[in-house]
C-alpha cells in the first residue's frame, strides 16, 4: 500500500524557517517525481515544488529562491526547506507522488503556521 | 504560465441529477498531461481523472473526463451525496504545473 507521511509542520515567525519531510513507503521511491503542493485555509490547491527522480528541480515563482526541495532515496524521502517565511505561505502542505496520472497518491498534510 | 479557470465556481444540485464541471486552459495544452480531483473537508485530494479522459483505481464509472486543446469538462452522472465536494483540474507537465482555483459542487 503506497502511503505518504509529512512532518516538519509548526509555528514560526514571519522570517524564520521550517523544513518540511515527507517519507514515503509502498513503492520504488526512486522512481518517481515527488511534488509538494500546499491549501491555505479555504482556498484552493497550489503547487510549490517538484522533484524529479534524478534530482531535477522546478519551483513556483512565489517560492522561488526562498523554498528548495531535495530527496535521500535511501531514506525514501524528501524535504522542503522553507526559508524567509512570510504570512502567506501560511497553509496545509502536502506531499504527493507524481507520475504519467497526474499527483495519483497524496499525503495527509502538515500545517505550517507563519504569524508573529 | 499556464492558467486554468474553472467554471462554474459553486454548482448547485440534487442526488441524482448530472454535474456538468468545466475547465479552461489560457493556451492549449497537452491532455495527456491533464487530471482532475476531488477534495471533500479535511481530507488530502483524490485523483478522479488523468490524461484527461482516464478513470484513477476505484473511481466509479458515473465519473467521466472528455476535452483537448484549452477545453476540459468533468461530468458526473447520478449525482450520490458523497459526491458533493469541491473539484480541481490540473495540468502536470513537468514546469508548467498549476491547479485551477476549484469548483465547490453543494446540494
Known sequence: EVQLVE?????????????????????????????????????????????????????????????????????????????????????????ARASYAGNDFWGQGTLATVSS | EIVLTQF????????????????RASQNINRNFFAWYQQTPGQAPRLLIYGASNRATGIPDRFSGSGSGTDFTLTITRLEPEDFAVYYCHHYATSLITFGQGTRLEI
Request: with cysteine; proline share 3%.
Open chain 1, 7 to 95: 512532518s516538519g509542520g509548526g509555528l514560526v515567525q514571519p522570517g524564520g524557517s521550517l523544513r518540511l519531510s515527507c517519507t514515503a513507503s509502498g513503492f520504488t521511491f526512486s522512481s518517481y517525481d515527488m511534488h509538494w503542493v500546499r491549501q491555505s485555509t479555504g482556498k484552493g490547491l497550489e503547487w510549490v515544488a517538484a522533484i524529479g527522480s534524478l534530482g531535477d528541480t522546478h519551483y513556483a515563482d512565489s517560492v522561488k529562491g526562498r523554498f528548495i526541495i531535495s530527496r535521500e532515496d535511501a531514506d525514501n524521502s524528501f524535504y522542503l526547506q522553507m526559508d524567509g517565511l512570510r504570512a502567506g505561505d501560511t497553509a496545509v502542505y502536502y506531499c
Open chain 2, 8 to 23: 462554474p465556481g459553486t454548482l448547485s444540485l440534487s442526488p441524482g441529477e448530472r454535474a456538468t464541471l468545466s475547465c
